[in-house]
């Protein structure tokens, strides 16, 4: 009897999207420069709700389970003639990549799309993914999401809100983008997204919604007004009054950064706190502006997220390219929050191969050792991963990867206390 592979069975996609497995190679999964073969042990069956995308302008990188060695497989070795492509998964919210897709360009190969491209296989009749779970809870899980329930809350809240801007906003975000927090908000559960900045301080290179023409297209469009403070408590107070431990989050994908309008969003947290104490009000920033964010949690702010790609200078700076802010200031923003009491939480971009390069690893450990947050949610980064890399290692040098389990078990161990998921949580959590 022949014996199986120790490896998952590489999937490839033809010129047509159709993807199919490759019987006599294995899946390889990318850790930065580093590539290997897929174990079933370093993966999970895909996450409900995952997306398998094909590359096109690449070619797979495959493992050749015959002569053992790994292969960039520009055409099909059972077809010949028949190009075929990379297969790579846009996991499920909750899920950490541990390695991204393994490929090589093509010469007209372009930027990728805003997602993240895991490495994926199939083995006994199923997919698997390479990642870890890091958030069992189902908030954005989209079984929980059925279209007629959203479509009535969407209803439901034409009612009640009839003249309010930022609600016809979330129709759109709900029904036309597909946004899993605006879907919430019409289902009435979990976590609502207050947009409220149309301008942003900082030029993202995976800003979901505002690219300079001509580089990659935006995933959505971003708010074009700035709500009132009422109409902001309106939303708030409409989720708050209705979910029991809800929560509502400025900052989202589909605006700027909130601390630029701070003053209207300082004005609207005084409305919901002058009716209610119970809800969590959460802001999501880039962090900028310190003495905006001390207004912000004077008036009644509970939580604060800051997305960070890296907690050195000049990783972050080629990421986020600020206008007008520095570093420091994102530093004086978190123990700000963390001296004033909100909870503090970092949104931690991770892209294998640079997440979990040796340097990534030593000045995370000494960030949180030095800024005691409470919580690192741990997202994939949405940018093309063989793009980011270059730039990463032009910003400051990467030594190898340590792998993102290792990273993980490593930022555990040295802060036992540190909490670890994915998603903002409400105040009883806090």
């Known amino acids: ?36 073969p897929l174990a079933p042990d370093q993966t999970l069956n895909l996450p409900h709700g995952s997306e398998l995308m094909f590359l096109p302008d690449r070619v797979p990188v495959v493992y050749d389970l015959g002569r053992k060695r790994l292969q960039a497989l520009p055409e099909n070795p059972y077809v010949p003639g028949e190009a075929i492509f ?34 994926v296989g199939w083995q006994r009749g199923k997919f698997r993914s390479a990642v870890i779970q890091v958030d069992a809870e189902p908030r954005q899980d989209l079984r929980q999401m059925p279209l007629d329930k959203i479509k009535a809350g969407v209803k439901r809240m034409r009612r ?43 030029r993202c290179l995976g800003c979901i919604s505002q690219q300079s023409e001509g580089t990659m297209p935006c995933s959505q469009e971003r708010i074009a007004f700035t709500p009132s403070p009422e109409e902001i408590a309106g939303v708030a107070l409409a989720h708050i009054q209705r979910v029991p431990d809800g929560v509502v989050s400025f900052g989202q994908g589909c605006e700027g950064d909130p601390l630029m309008v701070a003053d209207t969003l300082c004005d609207a947290i005084r409305l919901i706190r002058a009716q ?38 000049p990783c972050y700076e080629a ?8 570093w420091q200031d994102v530093l004086a923003t978190v123990d700000l929050a963390l001296g004033r009491g909100a ?33 690192i949610q741990w997202r994939n980064l949405n940018f093309d991963p063989l793009r980011y890399l270059a730039i990463m290692n032009q910003a400051a040098p990467q030594s190898r990867p340590l792998g993102v389990q290792a990273l993980f078990r490593e930022v555990g161990r040295a802060f036992p206390g540190l909490h670890h998921g994915y998603f903002n949580p409400p105040r009883k959590k806090l």
């Open 1 to 36: 009897m022949k014996k199986a592979s120790p490896f998952l069975t590489a999937v490839v996609a033809n010129a047509a999207g159709e993807i199919f497995d490759l019987a006599g190679y294995a899946a390889v999964g990318a850790d930065g420069p580093l590539q290997a």
């Open 86 to 119: 990379p297969v790579a998964a846009f996991n499920s919210p909750g899920y950490m990549l541990t390695h991204a897709c393994a490929y090589e360009e093509r010469p007209q190969a372009g930027f990728l799309p805003l997602f993240s491209y895991g490495a």
């Open 160 to 202: 009640q809100l009839p003249d309010n801007r930022l609600r016809a906003h979330l129709e759109k975000c709900a029904l036309t983008y597909g946004c899993p927090a605006g879907k919430n908000f019409f289902l009435g559960r979990y976590e609502a997204p207050l947009p409220a900045s149309p301008a942003c301080n900082a």
């Open 276 to 313: 209610t104490r119970q809800g969590t009000i959460n802001m999501n920033t880039n962090g900028s502006l310190p003495d905006k964010m001390a207004a912000l949690i004077e008036a009644g702010l509970d939580s604060v997220r800051i997305s960070l790609n890296s907690v050195r200078q």
């Open 319 to 326: 990421y986020y390219r600020p206008k007008g802010y520095a």
């Open 343 to 375: 909870h503090v939480a970092i949104n931690y971009l991770n892209c294998p191969g640079f997440t979990d390069a040796p340097e990534e690893r030593d000045a995370l450990l000494a960030f949180v050792q030095t800024h005691p947050i409470q919580m």
